[in-house]
């Protein structure tokens, strides 16, 4: 199969685990003959000022030390994607379809990877946490700064180390959702998943006829990418903490470990600008889940 003819994604990596769980779940869930799986880091050079320090001993010692970590940072880059090539390659990925890429940090990470995902990709992948503490701290500014900018392609943010096939789709007859089961069904064409269509309301009895109307048409939409009747289910849940509560919930009732939303999901404006948006509200509370986000 011609490169052209792959989806490609951008793996977000660092060295961390939370990292090679994204690789993981690209291993799990995508099909590994039309999949490029590119390993993205971004590294961050020695800074000019360090390379123009004095030549005198406190000078030389705090320079060696600096050098010190930057390639021991290189050596556990290396050691991680010789771990995620093997993950990848267990996974029936082909040597040619997994690429690693270092890039010298040229803006920020955000940036950067930002950058790179509108070179073609299908899809940007990345963990929940950072090699550090303090990227654990930034982590939903980081998120959400590419939950902003990230457009047309789903972002995809990891939790937990083990995954299933299994993926929930918060639906609503709204646009953003159409485009979600679409590009979840073009993604995930060649896998062997099993769809779950949730759409959370605020009573079951408000248009009952409207609503399933709705979630034929996203059964259909999945049929159009070769999807069975056999590994599709929808369900109408009634709105009773939140729905970004509820939805969590019910994927965890199907064994779900992947929630697809769109960006403002299923709450009015004025709800996003009262109690915090949807998808910010499934991101904390899916924590051991993949999230697909589409802006």
């Known amino acids: 199969m011609a490169d052209e003819q792959k989806q490609k994604i951008l793996i977000a990596v660092d060295g961390s ?13 995508m099909d590994p003959i039309s999949t490029i799986a590119v390993l993205f880091n971004v590294e961050n050079e020695m800074p000019q000022w360090v390379k ?14 600096i050098k010190q970590w930057s390639l021991s940072r290189k050596k556990v880059i290396k050691g991680f994607f010789d771990e995620a090539h093997a993950i990848l390659v267990n996974a029936g990925f082909p040597e040619d379809n997994i690429r690693p890429v270092i890039r010298a940090k ?8 930002l950058d790179e995902s509108k070179e073609g990709y299908s899809a940007v992948v990345m963990g929940r946490r950072g090699i550090s503490k303090l990227k654990d701290l930034l982590f939903d500014s980081f998120a959400q700064n590419l939950i902003g900018k990230i457009k047309d392609i789903p972002l995809i943010i990891v939790g937990g180390k083990e995954f299933s096939r299994s993926i929930m789709i918060a639906y609503d007859p709204a646009v ?16 062997s998943c099993n769809f779950h269509i949730c759409h959370a309301v605020a009573s079951k009895e408000i248009e009952r006829e409207r609503i399933e109307r709705s979630m034929e048409e996203a059964r259909n939409l999945l049929h159009r990418f070769g999807k069975p009747d056999t590994c599709i289910s929808s369900k109408v849940i009634p709105i009773e903490r939140g729905a970004a509560i509820d939805i969590v919930e019910a994927a965890l009732d199907h064994n779900c470990d992947t929630i ?9 404006f004025y709800e996003e600008q009262i109690v915090g948006r949807f998808t910010e509200k499934i991101l904390k509370k899916a924590t051991q889940m993949a999230v697909w986000i589409l802006a």
């Open 260 to 268: 697809v939303v769109g960006r403002r999901g299923l709450l009015s």
């Open 106 to 113: 040229q803006v920020s990470i955000a940036a950067d990877i």
């Open 52 to 65: 123009e320090m004095g030549d005198d001993s406190y000078n030389r010692m705090k320079t060696a030390s």
């Open 17 to 29: 685990e939370q990292s090679l769980n994204a690789v993981r779940y690209v291993a799990c869930i």
């Open 176 to 191: 953003w959702s159409k485009r979600n089961v679409n590009c979840v069904g073009s993604l995930l064409k060649s896998s």
